[in-house]
């Protein structure tokens, strides 16, 4: 990604603690995740029908979400692109 390429944002929907830090961490100068920024919808306000957390969710193009988190919501994803689970990668 170059410099006057647009920034990604990522909307996070996970209960993994330090998942967040570990993405930070990883989103160093030269890395693939340097210009991404990183929205977190709680998966406890999406639960309790949130109107913020709703919004959020409707307007993300990447997710990355623990399945069952994400799942009930789907329908709700008009700008969906890419969805990652966090229960993939490495083990």
């Known amino acids: 990604m170059t410099a ?3 920034a990604a944002t990522v909307t996070v929907v ?5 998942l967040l830090d570990e993405l930070k961490a990883h989103a160093v100068p030269g890395s693939s995740l340097a210009n991404v920024a990183f929205n977190v919808v709680p998966p406890e306000a999406l639960a309790v029908g949130d109107p913020t957390a709703i919004a959020d969710l ?14 009930p919501f789907l329908d709700r994803c008009p700008a969906l692109r890419w969805l990652h689970s966090t229960y993939a990668g490495r083990c």
């Open 14 to 18: 996970s209960r993994i603690g330090g």
């Open 4 to 6: 006057a390429a647009a």
């Open 58 to 71: 409707a307007a993300a193009a990447i997710v990355l979400a623990d399945p069952p988190a994400i799942a």
